[in-house]
């Protein structure tokens, strides 16, 4: 997951300069600078970074920062993606970086009318290591059963009867499970009562 990680950080890095500060993305509201400030808090501003995922009392924090970080630029803020991480983030999990960095280069792909990528298998089955072990923590205020699948294989299997079924390659799982739904790529099948429960659920949480 380090190497894929990696490709995604500098693909999303050139993708970033090649469209500008001003392209638009997929969060609402975001344009290229502020996800390029937005991932030099998340990495080197350990201070502010909690307000990311906190919000509350941190998120006065977070936005001082944000501003900070905008005003360097758009050439600087991707030279210091580029260089990786801080030393101190080989102790978490390489999925977090694999899902981060997929995530948002999928934001800045789709909001610039690029299609989805369909051939590149190292990654789906990266994407797919990384779904089996988040899809318990994302799915767990779901009311209903849910099967994630791919190729007719189980990626995994949640809550009981009745089920839904969410159907298509691991990044398009990956966009729809981040609240990403209206880009993701994927069918849903199954139960309509589950299917219901499955799109009225808030998976931000």
Known sequence: MISLARSERTELCDLMLDLGP????????WKVR???????VRERDAWAAPGIVLGGPFKTMLEAAMQRR???????????????????????????????Y?????????????????EDRDLDEGLARLLTAMAPRVLRTVESGVDL??????????GSEPRAILDGPPGELLLYLTGRRQIAEVEIGGDETARDVLENTDLTL
């Open 22 to 29: 001003d392209a638009a993305t997929v969060p609402d509201g």
């Open 34 to 40: 502020d996800l390029a400030a937005h991932l030099v």
């Open 102 to 118: 997929y995530i948002h280069h999928e934001d800045v792909r789709r909001a610039n009318n690029h299609q989805p990528r369909t």
């Open 70 to 100: 905008r005003r360097q630029g758009l050439e600087d803020l991707v030279d210091t993606i580029r260089t990786g991480p801080p030393r101190w983030w080989k102790y978490l999990p390489a999925g977090a970086q694999l899902s981060e």
């Open 149 to 158: 699948i791919w190729e007719g294989r189980v990626l995994y299997r949640h």
